[in-house]
């Protein structure tokens, strides 16, 4: 029955009412942690946002709840149960950014040139959001290909999880945030790649991610890989577009708290196994650096789904 304070709205920027906000989560997700919007504005330029649930609202530093987090350290999700870091009643609905109620969240939003290759503008702060639908992976890949986003005749999901039909009017609106973030994405992506370096040992359409059918004893049958859409690549890139963001933020605010992450460097003894594989197939191996290996990696890519999947399990050894 927790619904937020009057008071704490007026500390923070209502969003509720003048940003087109959603989110976009495996279905049956409860944890829903991540919502973001995309829109055109008046004078051309695109504005983009990311925002993530508020848990401090809810967590006082150093209480005995953030302490037993502290211990935890994270969610395990096992094949047919989970152990929750915070308990769930903060962790699946007061902390989780469910459709069609209010919620406390911080938020990143850019203002960008209508190309969107120069960033004008970026503003971080505390706000409330309503998340409007919150949809699966499939219902936001359906709409951006001008597909009925549900399927039908299936019922709906259980309260309180992604997954719930897309209001008919809403779908318009919808496709234009997720074609902007589309697109955005696409530019993020191969900026990080070509200058950035970055190696990207994802599987495809074959899936990185597995997932289990269970009986009605709960006893798994069967495992089938989870299939790579380019909307699960555009939430990733959204989220790395954040992170990065926040954490330059930090290093300038906070120079002396702020943690630095240093990838090892590559060590060539490391890709012997890899090496003997594109050997046969007559591609070199440059492991001399990310970008270099990120180069070698995307002349496999035509050798076929299987042989690129197997690849780059090799590159992650």
Same mark, same amino acid.
């Given at each position: 029955?927790? #619904?937020?304070?009057?008071?704490? +709205? @007026?500390?923070?920027?209502?969003?509720?009412?003048?940003?087109?906000?959603?989110?976009?989560?495996?279905?049956?997700?409860?944890?829903?942690?991540? #919502?973001?919007?995309?829109?055109?504005?008046?004078?051309?330029? +695109?504005?983009?946002?990311?925002?993530?649930?508020?848990?401090?609202?809810?967590?006082?530093?150093?209480?005995?709840?953030?302490?037993?987090?502290?211990?935890?350290?994270?969610?395990?999700?096992?094949?047919?149960?989970?152990?929750? =870091?915070?308990?769930?009643?903060?962790?699946?609905?007061?902390?989780?950014?469910?459709?069609?109620?209010?919620?406390?969240?911080?938020?990143? +939003?850019?203002?960008?040139?209508?190309?969107?290759?120069?960033?004008?503008?970026?503003?971080?702060?505390? #706000?409330?959001?309503?998340?409007?639908?919150? =949809?699966?992976?499939? @219902?936001?890949?359906?709409?951006?290909?001008?597909?009925?986003?549900?399927?039908?005749?299936?019922?709906?999901?259980?309260?309180?999880?992604?997954?719930?039909?897309?209001?008919?009017?809403?779908?318009?609106?919808?496709?234009?945030?997720?074609?902007?973030?589309?697109?955005?994405?696409?530019?993020?992506?191969?900026?990080?790649?070509?200058?950035?370096?970055?190696?990207?040992?994802?599987?495809?359409?074959?899936?990185?991610?597995?997932?289990?059918?269970?009986?009605?004893?709960?006893?798994?049958?069967?495992?089938?890989?989870?299939?790579?859409?380019? !909307?699960?690549?555009?939430?990733?890139? =959204?989220? !790395?577009?954040?992170?990065?963001?926040?954490?330059?933020?930090?290093?300038?605010?906070?120079?002396?708290?702020?943690?630095?992450?240093?990838?090892?460097?590559?060590? @060539?003894?490391?890709?012997?196994?890899?090496?003997?594989?594109?050997?046969?197939?007559?591609?070199?191996?440059?492991?001399?650096?990310?970008?270099?290996?990120?180069?070698?990696?995307?002349?496999?890519?035509?050798?076929?789904?299987?042989?690129?999947?197997? !690849?780059?399990?090799?590159?992650?050894?």
């Amino acid at each position: 029955s927790w #619904t937020v304070p009057d008071e704490e +709205i @007026q500390k923070r920027r209502d969003l509720r009412r003048s940003h087109r906000i959603f989110s976009v989560d495996p279905p049956g997700c409860q944890d829903i942690d991540d #919502t973001m919007h995309a829109k055109k504005l008046p004078n051309g330029d +695109i504005e983009e946002g990311v925002h993530i649930a508020d848990v401090v609202y809810f967590v006082p530093h150093n209480s005995p709840l953030d302490k037993e987090a502290q211990k935890r350290g994270t969610t395990f999700y096992l094949v047919d149960r989970r152990f929750d =870091m915070l308990p769930s009643v903060l962790s699946s609905n007061l902390c989780s950014l469910h459709g069609d109620v209010d919620r406390l969240a911080v938020s990143v +939003i850019w203002t960008l040139s209508s190309d969107m290759e120069t960033v004008k503008s970026v503003w971080y702060g505390r #706000t409330v959001i309503h998340n409007c639908q919150a =949809m699966t992976y499939d @219902q936001a890949h359906n709409i951006l290909h001008d597909k009925p986003p549900d399927e039908q005749g299936k019922s709906a999901p259980p309260p309180l999880t992604a997954g719930y039909p897309v209001d008919p009017g809403r779908i318009k609106e919808l496709k234009e945030g997720l074609i902007i973030l589309r697109d955005l994405a696409r530019k993020l992506k191969k900026h990080r790649e070509d200058v950035g370096g970055a190696v990207d040992l994802s599987s495809g359409d074959l899936g990185g991610e597995l997932k289990f059918i269970l009986d009605e004893n709960g006893n798994p049958t069967e495992v089938k890989p989870k299939k790579e859409l380019e !909307i699960h690549n555009t939430i990733a890139e =959204m989220m !790395i577009l954040a992170n990065g963001y926040v954490a330059t933020k930090i290093f300038a605010t906070f120079p002396e708290s702020a943690l630095l992450r240093i990838h090892r460097t590559v060590e @060539q003894s490391r890709f012997s196994d890899l090496k003997d594989v594109l050997d046969v197939g007559g591609v070199s191996l440059d492991g001399s650096s990310n970008m270099a290996l990120a180069n070698t990696l995307k002349k496999v890519e035509k050798a076929g789904a299987v042989v690129n999947s197997l !690849i780059k399990s090799l590159a992650t050894r």
